[in-house]
T-cell receptor, first 116, second 113 residues
Framework: AQSVAQPEDQVNVAEGNPLTVKCTYS??????LFWYVQYPNRGLQFLLK??????LVKGSYGFEAEFNKSQTSFHLKKPSALVSDSALYFC??????????????FGSGTRLQVQP | DAGVIQSPRHEVTEMGQEVTLRCKPI?????LFWYRQTMMRGLELLIY????????DSGMPEDRFSAKMPNASFSTLKIQPSEPRDSAVYFC???????????FGEGSWLTVV
């Protein structure tokens, strides 16, 4: 079974400061890892993914995430937060070898609040 | 390009009524997913299809829920009879069979009173 843990229900950061949203995962074999963002009353929007290659992946809106296999983590980061980044962020995983099961397993979500 | 299109966006219905949610996946996508989002349980996979064939329906809560995909461009999720505990946001999502990224629709916000 695969699972994702997002240990923080909410992260508060001041505008202009760096932000980190944490994610750890459990999966058999190598993972495919994803971050999505959800704004109020909207669907989930894809931000970035790690499939293979460079452990640091860059995505939309200046976000990036670092894959750490030894720590089974995939933390989302941004050097300088904007008020408009305030939203609900989801980490998701699936096993790369499981071509028959393509659905993603999502974490519980972390609410990011950026204060002006 | 059009994204995943869901209808209705909002539905309020009375307990016991039948509810049908509809989804049009992104053109060319062969995998389709139905997820449910609630405050208590977060995002749960209900069912997903590859090439119109249901692959995994283990997340469907009970027999009151059914999903169909009669062709590559249309899917429905039906709840009959509906109950207040079915109140949630239901998301449809799609991806290419040989792709990794899943794209979500805007959701159908269901309230059963």
């Amino acid at each position: 079974a695969q699972s994702v843990a997002q240990p923080e229900d909410q992260v508060n950061v001041a505008e202009g400061n760096p932000l980190t949203v944490k994610c750890t995962y459990s999966v058999s074999g190598n993972p495919y890892l994803f971050w999505y963002v959800q704004y109020p009353n909207r669907g989930l929007q894809f931000l970035l993914k790690y499939i293979t290659g460079d452990n640091l992946v860059k995505g939309s809106y200046g976000f990036e995430a670092e894959f750490n296999k030894s720590q089974t983590s995939f933390h989302l980061k941004k050097p300088s937060a904007l008020v408009s980044d305030s939203a609900l962020y989801f980490c998701a995983v699936r096993a790369s070898m499981d071509t028959g099961r393509r659905a993603l397993t999502f974490g519980s979500g972390t609410r990011l609040q950026v204060q002006p | 390009d059009a994204g995943v299109i869901q209808s209705p966006r909002h539905e309020v219905t009375e307990m016991g009524q039948e509810v049908t949610l509809r989804c049009k996946p992104i053109s060319g996508h062969n995998s389709l997913f139905w997820y449910r989002q609630t405050m208590m349980r977060g995002l749960e996979l209900l069912i997903y299809f590859n090439n119109n064939v249901p692959i995994d329906d283990s997340g469907m809560p009970e027999d009151r829920f059914s999903a169909k995909m009669p062709n590559a461009s249309f899917s429905t999720l039906k709840i009959q009879p509906s109950e207040p505990r079915d109140s949630a946001v239901y998301f449809c999502a799609s991806s290419r069979v040989d792709g990794n990224t899943i794209y979500f629709g805007e959701g159908s916000w269901l309230t059963v009173v």
